[in-house]
């Protein structure tokens, strides 16, 4: 099921980091939510419409356990263009100091080996043109996405998401817990966010709910409407006709966020080696670009506790790997639209799509 997601106000997701009125004045906001919101925000959509299963919740009989998120989405509104769009790859880079009607124009880096002394292993890095530098909250289209993939192209348009989300401080006070009177020392800021002709899609199966309704999303609940709409428009994977099985080497993008257990190294690579295994494949990871660590954590209603706080790797991320055994298309079929994360799976963290290398 496919449904896209339109925020009816302003909104907020807090990032994992504690924040205590007072002490700390402005809580930070991360943008685009973790998966885990848009996981919990279905969630709650199936028991408000079946109020009787509600006691079962987070048991064995939770009629959610099969919800699994396949994929999370940006929809470009604008026009009734309808373009789908996608966190941009990190190997993506533009040249600095370029002209302004350049400034959303990124090029591929290339996959270099390095000679080094004898007693080292061969190693890899990502080079491009001298003087590069790396885009924050750029996001590449499907369509244009399908090209990144498969290699036939090195020059890309993009879209930067602070064009399409707008931050509006906001100033608030908490209350006495005895008074429910406003406290004079938790003053807070917050940085909400609206969202202009830009809606969220979400691919999920395994839970039913209605085509079409409302939800609360983020901090505060805001409403948000969503509706069911056809599937066709995530049609961003090149063909698997197109892969040679002589191809020697891959790379694995992340669209979401993923949790490792070993930091940004998923849990399947030897640190030491670098090489992986994943059931009859084997690999060697050659470089990677990984951006800078998310904080992401909440809070277990059921508990009454915070949840375990994780250091996740963002959205865009890109790993480099040379085949050992096996061939692309078993990695493709393993690997592609597939969750690599070592936590939280089914919530959307970790999809990644397979993509061929730049030589």
């Not at 919800?67 to 789908?84: C, P, Q, S």
């Not at 890309?156 to 004079?184: C, M, Q, W, Y």
């Not at 951006?291 to 865009?316: C, E, H, S, V």
Request: hydrophobic share 35%; with cysteine; charged share 25%.
């Amino acid at each position: 099921m496919l449904i896209k997601i339109d925020p009816l106000d302003t909104i907020f997701f807090r990032d994992g980091k504690p924040f205590s009125m007072g002490k700390d004045t402005w809580g930070n906001c991360i943008f685009p939510p973790s998966p885990s919101v848009i996981y919990g925000a279905i969630r709650t959509v199936y028991f408000s419409n079946h109020i009787d299963l509600l006691e079962k919740a987070n048991t064995e009989e939770d009629p959610t356990n099969n919800l699994v998120i396949k994929g999370i989405y940006f929809l470009d509104n604008l026009e009734n263009k309808n373009t789908l769009y996608l966190p941009l790859p990190l190997d993506l880079v533009q040249k600095k100091d370029v002209e302004a009607e350049m400034e959303n124009e990124v090029n591929l880096l290339s996959l270099v080996e390095l000679k080094l002394k004898s007693s080292c292993p061969t190693s890899h890095v990502l080079k491009g043109d001298q003087g590069v530098q790396a885009i924050d909250n750029g996001l590449i289209s499907g369509e244009l996405l399908k090209g990144y993939l498969s290699c036939n192209s090195k020059n890309f348009s993009i879209l930067r998401l602070n064009s399409r989300v707008i931050t509006e401080p906001k100033i608030g006070i908490g209350l006495s817990g005895e008074t429910h009177t406003a406290d004079e020392s938790k003053i807070y800021r917050v940085g909400m966010k609206r969202l202009k002709n830009l809606s969220f899609l979400v691919e999920f199966e395994g839970l039913e709910i209605p085509e079409k309704g409302l939800l609360k999303l983020g901090g505060e609940g805001k409403a948000a409407s969503y509706e069911k709409i056809s599937e066709q428009l995530i049609n961003c994977n090149y063909s698997e006709k197109n892969l040679n099985k002589d191809i020697e080497k891959f790379k694995l993008y992340l669209s979401t966020p993923a949790i490792f257990h070993q930091g940004w190294l998923p849990s399947w690579i030897d640190m030491n080696s670098l090489e992986g295994k994943y059931k009859n494949l084997k690999f060697k990871l050659l470089t990677a670009s990984i951006g800078k660590y998310q904080n992401i954590g909440g809070f277990d209603l059921k508990q009454k506790k915070p949840k375990p706080m994780w250091r996740a790797t963002p959205a865009g991320s890109v790993y480099y790997f040379k085949i050992i055994e096996g061939d692309i298309k078993e990695i493709y079929s393993l690997f592609n639209k597939q969750s690599i994360s070592d936590e939280y799976a089914k919530q959307g963290f970790g999809i990644t799509f397979v993509g061929k290398v730049n030589e």
